[in-house]
């Protein structure tokens, strides 16, 4: 009798990326800082595809000077932090569909639940880790499969009490529901524009590329532009774009699709809080059990799978 081969379907990844505390910690305080967004749009005195504009606008020349004060310059070499024309087009397209998924997602902030913008504005949740797993040609391990059980569990029992399919709301569901997508394409082409250029110079390029799309956005709609308020803008670039977004940006190049994916759901749970503390949003005891196997099912994920 020969051996039988002990290939098995589920595999790891062809290079798999290893979550450290440092990359945890980035994501799970990223989230934290973006949860804060809805609420300083709502804040805001300009109307909500200008407030996306003027996030990036005031953020863009921190990040640009952030970015040239590392030492890093553009270039059209192919080594370490080089440009090529690929990597252009990426991080271009990437600008467009980020700029994007924040008009889309201001505009159904303001016309639906902030339970249902988060829900659908994340729903890079599932359709993130799920790409990780195609491009990885692989099944989720034991372990994966429990923590996306978990998650989405978790993630019902957040939602579940104020979740509500109300006509009034569809409009507002659906640009969420779409924001959620164009947010898993900006994942997709930042996770690849990572691999060559460092965090800051990527979020810098990836926000400047950002910046028209939003201006003309704003214009068509007729928005109001100038705002008299400067407080909640200032705090949605800083907390948001470079706080939110540079930390985000940075764990996109050290952790793997799957934990990058589950930890979204840190966002519900920070704005649940936000909610409870602002508005006086009580939080059931279905929340709080939903906020644990949250918690617990990132524990799974930043763990190395043994099976």
Known sequence: MHPRSSERKTVSPKNPVEPTPLAIAAVILANAALA?????????DVGPVSSAFWRIALAAPLLAGAALATGWRPS???????????????????????AA???SWHLGILRTTLANATLFGNCAILMFPIYGFLAARSWPTRIQ??????????????????YQLDPRNLAGDMLCLLAGVLYTGYFILMARARATLPPVPALALSTLA??????????????TMWPTHWGPLVGLALVSQVIGQGLMI????????????LALL???VVGATIGWTVYGEKLGLPDLF????????????SRRARD
Do not use: H, Y
Not at 250 to 261: D, E, H, N, R, S
Not at 290 to 301: C, P, Q, T
């Open 266 to 268: 840190v966002q519900p």
């Open 36 to 44: 804060f967004g809805p609420w300083f749009v709502r804040l805001a």
């Open 101 to 103: 998924d924040l008009a």
């Open 250 to 261: 940075f764990a996109l190049g050290k952790l793997p699709p799957l934990v990058v994916g």
């Open 76 to 98: 059209r070499n192919t080594g370490a932090g080089g440009l090529s024309g690929v990597l252009w087009a990426m991080i271009a397209v990437g600008g467009v569909c980020f």
């Open 290 to 301: 939903g906020a644990s196997l949250v918690a617990v099912a990132l524990v799974l994920v």
């Open 210 to 223: 950002s910046i028209l799309p939003l201006l003309l956005f704003a214009l068509l709609l007729g928005e």
């Open 145 to 162: 499969g429990i923590a996306l059980l978990l998650a989405t569990v978790g993630a019902a029992l957040l939602m579940g009490r104020s």
